[in-house]
């Protein structure tokens, strides 16, 4: 039969307009009922495709990741993967040849997302687009879809909240102190050009304080003589608990400095002391006169702080321990024969004379925890003075060739870095340390007033579990 009399049966007589009606309604018809066939068949093959099970293993942001993830369906051709790029994640999609699989790779870095301000998710929606072989798909729906979410945890260091101090909230009396602060005292070469050294410190807020709006507690003070070659330099770590410790940190560094400067002014006898001492160092008369003189010099000055920090208690009609606060303090002085150098130690983080050449590091004193573990001692405590041979044990003095450094520190910076008190007497750990900061941009070459900025960043070194504020203070 031709298509002629095929048209005229299915006519049956009807006229041109009936039977064009006829004909569209029955073509409606069909390809209705065609593109219901043609959508049950793609949502078929959609679940078929949705049921394969892929593992696609979570991602750490800045930790190199590479994952292929193949379908196994020989029917499926993957035209593209849409979700994730190098420029905004980190990661780049590639389709791989068989176009069965396709392979994700690259370091996870979401901070192109963090600096256009946008709220960070973890979890990312990747569009795998495909076609299947053997169904005809409509213009309008050319791809079929399969949706996937890939996990990319973030860095722990930016998740970390960085909220003002609202000192017009605070309590009074208010004590403001800036969140972060630096320093660097430069000495002069000695007339025939020999280079001195010079001292550097940086103090921050930790992470902790930061992300409750909560001021720095910890302080730091330099000085040097011109006149004398003296330097004095202090740390103290206002304790957390302590309403008001960043002020008592603060009257303890500019307190004993200030009494340590007073006193080296006139110093001579002090310095004739010394070089008795160094003459013979196992004559007892020497070495009194030497601790006499310490006793008056450093230990005057933390009694001294401990005493302002209690009037300044009084005044403001708050607890003496609400100003708590740990003390580093350190004099030191080059002589002819070498360096003679002092200390006073109350409470935890760490002091030490660091050799690099001859392989040494030595403790000017031992971290204290008070009674129980955990519970450090401060400066504001009563019973710190009221034992004679408890406190003399906290004042400390020797005298050597060289040094690389002198390092002061708060436990911020202290705990992250050694972890242990017993590491705080390896040198291999101080070694570290000293590389460390090489290694990370600081530069501890003379008269580099840049080091304050880039010690200041280096405080912003990543420890997990290690939040507090952090200080550091170098004699190099």
């Known amino acids: 039969m031709n298509t002629e009399k095929f048209l005229e049966l299915l006519a049956n007589g009807k006229n041109d307009t009936d039977f064009e009606e006829f004909l569209k309604f029955v073509s409606d018809k069909l390809w209705n009922q065609y593109n219901k066939h043609l959508m049950d068949e793609i949502l078929m093959t959609e679940n078929k495709v949705n049921g394969i099970a892929l593992n696609l293993p979570n991602a750490s942001e800045n930790k190199p990741y590479e994952q292929t993830i193949d379908f196994g369906?020989?029917?499926?051709?993957?035209?593209?993967?849409?979700?994730?790029?190098?420029?905004?994640?980190?990661?780049?999609?590639?389709?791989?040849?068989?176009?069965?699989?396709f392979k994700i790779a690259g370091t996870p870095d979401l901070n192109p997302i963090r600096n256009a301000g946008t709220e960070i998710e973890s979890t990312f929606e990747l569009t795998v687009f495909y076609k299947y072989e053997g169904l005809c798909l409509p213009p309008k729906k050319p791809l079929l879809e399969r949706k996937l979410q890939l996990v990319i945890n973030q860095d722990p260091r930016y998740l970390w909240k960085n909220i003002p101090v609202d000192w017009e909230k605070m309590s009074d009396p208010k004590y403001e102190k800036e969140d972060a602060d630096c320093q660097y005292v430069t000495v002069k070469a000695l007339p025939d050009g020999t280079p001195q050294k010079d001292i550097v410190a940086a103090s921050k807020r930790g992470r902790s304080h930061a992300q409750e709006g909560k001021p720095r507690d910890d302080d730091f003070q330099l000085y040097h003589d011109e006149q004398t070659n003296w330097y004095v330099i202090a740390v103290a770590d206002g304790a957390g608990s302590a309403k008001f410790s960043r002020e008592g940190s603060r009257l303890a560094?500019?307190?004993?400095?200030?009494?340590?400067?007073?006193?080296?002014?006139?110093?001579?006898?002090?310095?004739?002391?010394?070089?008795?001492?160094?003459?013979?160092?196992?004559?007892?008369?020497?070495?009194?006169?030497?601790?006499?003189?310490?006793?008056?010099?450093?230990?005057?000055?933390?009694?001294?702080?401990?005493?302002?920090?209690?009037?300044?208690a009084a005044r403001e009609k708050n607890r003496p321990k609400d100003y708590a606060t740990t003390l580093l303090l350190a004099i030191c002085k080059k002589f002819d024969f070498g360096w003679f150098i002092a200390s006073f130690w109350v409470g935890d983080g760490a002091m030490c004379l660091y050799d690099k050449e001859n392989h040494t590091s030595v403790l000017l004193g031992t971290p204290d925890e008070g009674e129980y573990g955990g519970q450090t001692r401060f400066l504001t405590m009563p019973e710190i003075f009221a034992n004679p041979t408890d406190f003399f044990s906290r004042l400390k003095c020797r005298i050597v060739p060289d040094f690389t450094a002198l390092f002061l520190m708060s436990d911020g910076v202290s705990d992250p870095k050694f972890e242990t008190d017993v590491n705080l007497n390896s040198t291999e750990k101080w070694n570290a340390l000293w590389d460390d900061l090489k290694d990370n941009g600081v530069e501890l070459t003379d008269d580099n007033e840049a080091a304050k900025e880039q010690l200041l960043n280096w405080l912003d070194f990543w420890a997990p579990g290690n939040h507090d504020d952090r200080t550091i203070a170098i004699l190099y």
Not at 73 to 100: M, Q
Not at 266 to 291: M, P, R, T, Y
């Open 73 to 101: 369906d020989t029917k499926i051709a993957i035209e593209r993967v849409d979700g994730l790029s190098a420029e905004t994640h980190g990661l780049n999609v590639t389709v791989c040849d068989d176009k069965k699989s």
């Open 253 to 312: 560094c500019n307190v004993t400095v200030e009494v340590c400067k007073k006193a080296l002014s006139n110093c001579e006898k002090f310095e004739e002391n010394i070089n008795l001492w160094h003459i013979d160092q196992k004559s007892e008369d020497a070495g009194k006169l030497v601790s006499t003189d310490i006793y008056n010099i450093l230990g005057k000055a933390a009694h001294k702080a401990h005493t302002e920090i209690n009037a300044e």
